[in-house]
């Protein structure tokens, strides 16, 4: 019998694993809370590009300290991984170098959701760090007749 285990991922397998993605969850502080947004984005060699829109999310992630994550489950198997990146984020305007702004736009994020999603994010990442869940033999089957 084999245990689950869980094991470190190295950064720069987090970032190859961010690479294989394009919806993450992002992490600020707003209306006195932390709030997580779901959000589409896509990689400039370490950086996370999101594009979005005015509002809650936008104005509290402006040169702020954030949180971003990343991870893929695979219920059947009962593995998967996460990764976590803890930086600053940025709103990419005109105010920018052209070069900047350029490969901002070049990641070629296109949002999910409807509406005027023309201002870009860019999250630096102060640190990265991820987990991997390696499966073991599942438990036996739980009879539901047992919880009547």
Known sequence: ?????????PAEECYRLLATQEIGRLGVNAEHHPLIFPVNFAMDGTTIVIR??????????????????VDEVDRST?????????????VVGEEHRAELVARTHGTGVEPWAPGDTGHWLRLVPHDISGRRIVPGELP??????AYL
């Open 140 to 145: 036996p089957a739980v009879d539901p007749r």
């Open 78 to 90: 009962r593995s998967g991984w996460s990764v976590l990146v803890r930086g600053v984020a940025e």
């Open 1 to 9: 019998m084999t245990d689950a285990a869980l094991e470190a991922i």
């Open 52 to 69: 979005t829109r005015v509002g809650t999310k936008l104005a509290a992630a402006e040169h702020a300290n954030v949180t971003f994550e």
